[in-house]
């Protein structure tokens, strides 16, 4: 998971800095991913320069609110200044001569012989001539790239999470996916968060970017577009023995959620990925596998969608995309009760079991235990940076 270190006073900041600072100096070379963030009317003038954001790799960025400060904390100074530091962004050397307009600190060696201009770098591979704004140059990796986001007030106290996983990005471009744990939520609720925020990819409100949901159902039986088989004396049946029962509009036939059961729906936007249904549907099985493979669990994918040891099924994949935008997902059994699936044909599959990570090592393993493994495997295949919110709940 992607962390950001947010600091808004001088003796954090120092304190940060310096241990950038030896960290650089264990080292050859330490590169940096560097922006800075402005007021929106973008003033000059002594501490007008709001935010200095840097990332020492991929899976981490320090948020520097030097707006807030009276002047740029010294460590930060001689950071920026080490002959062992160097630092790559997007029209950093304006950035850099803006600071020391704003600062009493020399940029020009910096600029000279320690700064990586992505700009430059893309007009000498492309060889072209021109002006780069760096949604042109990353569009296919970005994830907060909205406006409204970039043009806000950097000067208020605190900074919100948006600004700060927008600032995050803009210094180490990856795509990032922000994270609901949201806990036991019954199906339907999180059927209109899902609808929710595909409505907003679709309307391009960046607000809310790509999601990765982690929920836990009450006892829920599922069934997708090819509902026909499934009658309402078939759906009275099943809700008698105490579960819901919805219809949707995912691929696949009849499943059961509930308890013990960790479900994941990703609502990503696959143009930042691979624009293929085909590929996203192989990288979430792959995700699966990967967690198996960690509990040293043989599993695989068979010409049935879904995840499987041996002929036992393991996890439920089923999906739903709409102009490239996911719905739905993945359900993989960590120590559900088995039993409820004795009630219907799993994916209208015959003669197939059904089986789960507590099973499979002949002990209790929850979805609690099952998560980090899972998110690890996620932001790998995905490529991706996890960034976990909590303001989820103003939807519902």
């Given at each position: ?214 929920v836990e159902h009450t006892p829920v039986y599922t069934i997708g577009i090819r509902s026909k088989d499934y009658s309402k004396e078939v759906e009275d049946k099943l809700v008698s023995l105490g579960a819901d029962f919805h219809r949707t509009n995912r691929g696949g036939l009849i499943t059961f959620h509930g308890p013990g059961q960790l479900v994941v729906y990703p609502i990503l936007n696959l143009k930042n990925y691979q624009p293929s249904v085909r590929w996203y549907v192989n990288k979430i099985e792959q995700t699966v596998i990967d967690v198996c493979k960690e509990l040293n669990i043989e599993a695989q994918t068979s010409p049935h969608t879904g995840v499987w040891v041996e002929d036992r ?84």
């Amino acid at each position: 998971m992607g962390i950001i270190h947010y600091y808004d006073n001088v003796s954090d900041c120092n304190v940060a800095c310096k241990n950038l600072i030896k960290e650089a100096e264990s080292q050859n070379e330490l590169i940096l991913g560097f922006d800075m963030e402005w007021p929106v009317d973008f003033r000059t003038g002594s501490g007008k320069t709001a935010l200095i954001q840097i990332c020492p790799e991929e899976q981490t960025c320090y948020l520097f609110h030097v707006g807030c400060m009276e002047t740029l904390p010294e460590a930060l100074t001689h950071l920026l200044q080490h002959s062992k530091v160097r630092l790559v962004g997007l029209n950093i050397k304006n950035d850099l001569w803006k600071l020391s307009r704003d600062f009493q600190i020399i940029v020009k060696p910096i600029i000279d012989s320690r700064v990586v201009d992505l700009s430059e770098f893309a007009n000498k591979v492309l060889n072209s001539g021109q002006t780069w704004s760096l949604d042109r140059l990353t569009l296919h990796l970005r994830s907060l790239a909205d406006d409204t986001v970039r043009k806000s007030n950097w000067m208020i106290q605190n900074l919100s999470k948006t600004q700060q996983c927008y600032a995050a990005t803009d210094a180490y471009q990856t795509t990032m996916v922000a994270l609901f744990r949201i806990g036991q939520m019954s199906y339907g609720s999180a059927l209109r968060l899902q609808k929710l925020l595909e409505a907003r990819h679709k309307e391009s409100k960046n607000d809310i970017h790509d999601v990765l949901i982690l929920v836990e159902h009450t006892p829920v039986y599922t069934i997708g577009i090819r509902s026909k088989d499934y009658s309402k004396e078939v759906e009275d049946k099943l809700v008698s023995l105490g579960a819901d029962f919805h219809r949707t509009n995912r691929g696949g036939l009849i499943t059961f959620h509930g308890p013990g059961q960790l479900v994941v729906y990703p609502i990503l936007n696959l143009k930042n990925y691979q624009p293929s249904v085909r590929w996203y549907v192989n990288k979430i099985e792959q995700t699966v596998i990967d967690v198996c493979k960690e509990l040293n669990i043989e599993a695989q994918t068979s010409p049935h969608t879904g995840v499987w040891v041996e002929d036992r099924k393991i996890c439920a994949v089923g999906i739903h995309g709409s102009r490239y935008v996911t719905t739905h997902g993945l359900a993989l059994n960590c120590n559900t009760d088995l039993n409820w699936f004795s009630h219907i044909v799993p994916c209208g599959i015959e003669g197939k079991e059904v089986t789960s990570l507590t099973k499979e090592l002949k002990t209790d393993f929850t979805i609690q235990d099952t998560i980090p493994i899972f998110l690890n495997s996620f932001s790998k295949l995905f490529q991706c940076s996890l960034s976990e919110l909590y303001w989820f709940q103003d939807l519902l």
